[in-house]
Structure formats: structure tokens, C-alpha cells
């Protein structure tokens, strides 16, 4: 069974400091795709990144960069320079590759960045 | 190009009555799905199309609710009749099948059932 795990449910900093979210996830699958999403206070979903299982390159994108290691099954997302902006639950989710095509979410982890 | 559209934004009525919640996917995708987001059980995949034929309604809680998928560019969601315990956000979202698995969501409706 597929599962995805954010053990962090709510995370609380100053505005500049970085941030990691954690996210551990569970498969059989030999080819799978993780993602990151974050839902701002306004409710929409969006689309961060994906990352399929064959590579494990970190990958920067301006303040955002993510981890992704497959010994640990872990894809972790870091903020540096946290600005309040930021403030959103962020989820992390997986799929299988092929003809599955279920999302499963983690519960997400609420992101709080303070002025 | 425009996202996934959803409709209504918000929707507010009484149990028992019908209620149908619309989406128009992102054009060319041909993958739909349509999520629940609660409170107690977070985000949850209800059912999912693809080229317009239902693949997975595993998720759909139960015979109350119903979705279709007439063509490329439209589907509903239709839960009749109502109960409080149904009040969610119901998130649409599409995706190109075999490009990449990305799917992306539309802004959600957030309905409540008195």
C-alpha cells in the first residue's frame, strides 16, 4: 500500500529563518512520482514540484529547494529565507507510475511564517 | 491558457437536496479527478476519469453520490440527496495522461450542507 507521511503538523517561524517539511513515504512500487503542493490561506492547490523516482538530484528552485533520497524514502522540502508569503499547508503526495493514477496526499503541514 | 474551472465557487443548501458541482478540465488533459478535503480526513481521491471513462470510484463514499464525464471538457459531481456530514471542498483537477503526473487542481468548491 502507498502512504505518505508528514509528521510535522504545524511548524512556526520568523519571517528569514529556514525551514525544512518533512515527508516520508511508503510504495512497492519500483517506478513512482512524488510531489509537492501548497495550499495557501485562499484554499487553491499548487503545483511545486515532481520528482520521479529515478532521480534522486536535489533540485533548487530560488528559495525552495528539495531532497529527495530513496534509502530513506524521504523527499523533504526546505524554505530558506522564509518570508510570510510563505505561510500555507504544504502537502506532500505520491502516485505510481503507469496506469495508476491515485494521488495520496499526506495530512499536510501548516506553515507559519511570522514578521 | 485557462486552469481547471470549477462551479460554484461556493455552495450553501439543505439537506436532502440535490446538489451538482461542475468542472471543465485544463484542454487536451485527459485525465479528471475529482478530491474531497475535510477537516478529519484531509485530502481524498473520490473518483477519477480517463479519456471521459470512469477507472477508480473506489472513493466515492457511497450511492449518494454520483459522477459523470459526458465529454473531454466537462464532468459533474452530483450528490442526492445531501447530508451535513458532506460538507467539504470538492476539488477538480486534470492531468495529460503519459506526458507526466502532475495534476493540476482548480480553485475548489467549498460547499456546505445545512
Known amino acids: 500500500a502507498q502512504k505518505v507521511t508528514q509528521a510535522q503538523t504545524e511548524i512556526s517561524v520568523v519571517e528569514k529563518e529556514d525551514v525544512t517539511l518533512d515527508c516520508v513515504y511508503e510504495?512497492?512500487?519500483?517506478?513512482?512520482?512524488l510531489f509537492w503542493y501548497k495550499q495557501p490561506p485562499s484554499g487553491e492547490l499548487v503545483f511545486l514540484i515532481r520528482r520521479n523516482s529515478f532521480d534522486e538530484q536535489n533540485e533548487i528552485s530560488g528559495r525552495y529547494s528539495w531532497n529527495f533520497q530513496k534509502s530513506t524514502s524521504s523527499f523533504n522540502f526546505t524554505i530558506t529565507a522564509s518570508q510570510v508569503v510563505d505561510s500555507a499547508v504544504y502537502f506532500c503526495?505520491?502516485?505510481?507510475?503507469?496506469?495508476?493514477?491515485?494521488?495520496?496526499f499526506g495530512t499536510g503541514t501548516l506553515l507559519a511564517v511570522q514578521p | 491558457d485557462a486552469g481547471v474551472i470549477q462551479s460554484p465557487r461556493h455552495e450553501v443548501t439543505e439537506m436532502g437536496q440535490e446538489v451538482t458541482l461542475r468542472c471543465k478540465p485544463i484542454s487536451g488533459h485527459n485525465s479528471l479527478f475529482w478530491y474531497r478535503q475535510t477537516m478529519m480526513r484531509g485530502l481524498e481521491l473520490l473518483i477519477y476519469f480517463n479519456n471521459n471513462v470512469p477507472i477508480d470510484d473506489s472513493g466515492m463514499p457511497e450511492d449518494r453520490f454520483s459522477a459523470k464525464m459526458p465529454n473531454a471538457s466537462f464532468s459533474t459531481l452530483k450528490i442526492q440527496p445531501s447530508e451535513p456530514r458532506d460538507s467539504a471542498v470538492y476539488f477538480c483537477?486534470?492531468?495529460?495522461?503519459?506526458?507526466?503526473?502532475?495534476?493540476?487542481f482548480g480553485p475548489g468548491t467549498r460547499l456546505t450542507v445545512l
Open positions: 510504495t512497492r512500487d519500483t517506478t513512482y512520482y
Open positions: 503526495a505520491l502516485t505510481g507510475g503507469g496506469a495508476t493514477n491515485k494521488l495520496i
Open positions: 483537477a486534470s492531468r495529460l495522461a503519459g506526458e507526466n503526473n502532475e495534476q493540476f
